[in-house]
């Protein structure tokens, strides 16, 4: 059987009441709609064990604790109902019409805190994401940004290694040249008195 295109007409969607909606982590078999909330479903705030303020309440003698969770900015709530017999003329789809609206509702679990890990808590969290996930992207985004790069000092060029392994070599270079030159003085003071000596040997 295939699935029916359903539409909502939200015509009257700026009459619609607010209404205050509760999450239960029960249901109830044998009935569903509205309920007398405020003279059958007490709630009072509470500290929680971190010190935030939470909801409780109690249902036949169970302890409820729970949270009030807005709605993002660019999201509604609606309570809708059958609008039976009422078709689209163009296509082959039943109508719903809005009965009443909401931008928070409140959750409860049962006898526990409410927590990040909650699951009602999960699937705000990927409202938020998703619509981050979805969102077109815009043509300025799209265009590369200039990064401003920090000013890194440039490789030196070969006349500067060459300069800066002259600068090092220079007192190395004095010292082998001063050594040669006391090596030279050496040799010319020997040659020097060997041929003192032959003059002496032949004069004799």
């Known amino acids: ?27 109830f078999e044998s009935w569903s709609g509205p309920a007398r909330i405020k003279t059958h479903f007490m709630m009072k705030t509470v500290e929680a064990r971190d010190g935030t303020p939470i909801l409780s309440a109690a249902f036949r003698g169970r302890e409820l604790l729970g949270k009030t969770l807005q709605l993002p900015d660019d999201y509604i709530g609606l309570i809708v109902k059958d609008g039976k017999g009422s078709m689209n ?31 009602v808590q999960r699937w705000m969290r990927w409202i ?14 799209l265009e590369p940004k200039e990064v401003s790069k920090k000013e890194t000092p440039s490789a030196p060029s070969d006349k500067e290694e060459s300069h800066e392994e002259e600068t090092e070599q220079k007192p190395e270079k004095r010292e082998r040249e001063e050594k040669e030159e006391e090596i030279e003085e050496e040799i010319e003071e020997d040659a020097n008195i060997d041929s003192k000596k032959r003059k002496k040997d032949i004069s004799k």
Do not use: Q
């Open 89 to 119: 003329d163009e296509t082959d789809a039943r109508c719903w019409e809005v009965e009443s609206k909401f931008h928070s509702f409140n959750y409860w679990n049962l006898e526990a805190e409410p927590s990040e890990n909650d699951r």
């Open 1 to 27: 059987m295939e699935a029916r295109e359903i539409i909502i007409d939200t015509k009257e969607l700026n009459l619609a009441d607010e209404t205050v909606i509760h999450h239960l982590p029960f249901a």
């Open 128 to 141: 938020e994401l998703s619509s981050a996930i979805h969102r077109p992207i815009t043509r300025e985004e």
